[in-house]
C-alpha cells in the first residue's frame, strides 16, 4: 500500500510563490503517473498537474505558465512549484497516482495579504 505525505504549503502574499512536496511510501513511485489536486473550500477536488513515470509533464489551464511540477523518482519525491500564486489558489492540495491511492491529508495553501 502507498501512502503520501504533503509538505509544504503556507500562509504567502499574492504575488508570492511557495514549492510543496509530495512524498510516497514504497517502492513502486517510479512506475506511477503522479498528479496533484485541489480542493478549495465549498469546492470540488480539482486536478492540477500530472507527470508521468519519465517526466513528461500536463498543467491546467488555471495555473498554466505559473506552476511547475516535476518528480525525482530516486527518492520517490514529486513537486509542485508555485509562483505568482493568487488568492484563487487558496486551497488544500493533494498527491496522488493513477490509478489512485488512498488520499493523504494535503497541505494548506493560503493566498491573502
Known amino acids: 500500500q502507498v501512502q503520501f505525505v504533503e509538505s509544504g504549503g503556507g500562509l504567502v502574499h499574492p504575488g508570492g510563490f511557495l514549492r510543496l512536496s509530495c512524498e510516497a511510501s514504497g517502492n513502486i513511485f517510479s512506475m506511477y503517473y503522479m498528479a496533484w489536486y485541489r480542493q478549495a473550500p465549498g469546492k470540488q477536488r480539482e486536478l492540477v498537474a500530472g507527470?508521468?513515470?519519465?517526466?513528461?509533464?500536463r498543467v491546467e489551464g488555471a495555473v498554466k505558465g505559473r506552476f511547475t511540477i516535476s518528480r525525482d523518482n530516486a527518492k520517490n519525491t514529486m513537486y509542485l512549484q508555485m509562483n505568482s500564486l493568487k488568492p484563487e489558489d487558496t486551497a488544500v492540495y493533494y498527491c496522488?497516482?493513477?490509478?489512485?491511492?488512498?488520499w493523504g491529508r494535503g497541505t494548506q495553501v493560503t493566498v491573502s495579504s
Open positions: 507527470i508521468t513515470p519519465g517526466g513528461t509533464t
Open positions: 496522488n497516482g493513477d490509478p489512485p491511492f488512498p
